[in-house]
């Protein structure tokens, strides 16, 4: 149960949490930030980062200056501190199964013995999260490994801008945790443990990739990130169908609700993983095509 207070605030995609960074960017170019302009005024996107380490701010100026222009924080799902008694008790009861259903009755033998293996590793008991569902061990494995590098959510990008506008600006959801939530609880029983299975065997493999994520979120390279996020996918193409509803469907619905916001003549400073902001079906395309003009920075 301590672990699920931890790792309750991600997100929800594996290569965005592996999204990190090593040290300050004030030598950074471009960053994953963009302004948005319309005929009722500009408000700011910015691609978000859920796992950092302390030594990663102060963050860049561009970033702090475009936050205090607006009047509004927009975010996927409010994490603050304020809210944090409600997310995790939201988490227990969608995360974990009820009555006599445990995680191992949910899993192959070789699935389980291979999550066993890994808790294993990571100093847990398996025992420990015999009723967390599939798709919520998934999570708690990746987190419990990325900490374990150093890297913590309690710097995430958005945890950092949610602690800086409370009780100074408004705080909107672009989707809310409720959501996200029964985003994973809608897994099919295949899907969850193909998501477990992936997560298990991909999580050896974050140190060898950190180095390539870090310079491509720093310095803005979009096309990068978009050719590592790729190839990440193609590891596991029974998986395709999974990670479009995570991304693609989800990018459609905020650019949506972000157009609602733009709509309305105020300021918004709009937070959402950085994996959504690019590619063909990302939201920077997306309010591209519908006509706003939309800059990096």
Not at 10 to 39: R, Y
Not at 74 to 83: G, L, M, T
Not at 198 to 214: F, M, R, W
Not at 228 to 237: D, F, H, Q, S, W
Request: a negative charge; aromatic letters at 10%.
């Amino acid at each position: 149960m301590i672990m699920m207070r931890k790792i309750v605030l991600i997100p929800f995609l594996v290569a965005v949490l592996l999204l990190t960074s090593l040290c300050g960017q004030e030598k950074a170019g471009k960053s994953f930030l963009w302004k948005i302009e319309s005929d009722t005024g500009a408000s700011y996107l910015l691609g978000s980062v859920h796992f950092l380490k302390k030594e990663t701010y102060p963050l860049r100026e561009v970033i702090e200056d475009a936050f205090e222009q607006c009047d509004v924080l927009v975010v996927e799902a409010d994490v603050s501190n304020a809210k944090m008694a409600e997310v995790s008790m939201m988490t227990l009861q969608k995360g974990m199964y009820q009555g006599e259903e445990t995680l191992k009755d949910n899993l192959s033998e070789k699935t389980y013995q291979l999550a066993k293996k890994k808790m294993d590793e990571l100093g847990l008991n398996i025992e420990g999260f015999a009723k967390f569902k599939p798709w919520m061990a998934a999570i708690n494995i990746l987190g419990m490994q990325l900490m374990k590098m150093g890297f913590n959510p309690n710097y995430g990008i958005d945890k950092y801008f949610l602690e800086k506008a409370t009780g100074k600006k408004e705080i909107l959801e672009l989707e809310g945790i409720e959501f996200q939530l029964n985003l994973f609880d809608s897994f099919l029983e295949e899907e969850s443990e193909k998501f477990l299975l992936s997560t298990i065997l991909e999580a050896d493999q974050i140190g060898k990739e950190v180095d390539n994520l870090v310079n491509a979120w720093v310095s803005g390279d979009t096309v990068k990130m978009e050719q590592i996020l790729t190839e990440n996918i193609r590891k596991y193409p029974k998986l395709e169908n999974l990670y479009k509803r995570l991304i693609d469907d989800r990018n459609e619905r905020m650019v949506e609700k972000i157009i609602t916001y733009l709509n309305s003549g105020e300021k918004y400073f709009i937070v959402a993983g950085a994996a959504h902001m690019i590619g063909k079906k990302g939201i920077v395309p997306l309010l591209k095509a519908k006509g706003y003009t939309v800059k990096q920075l």
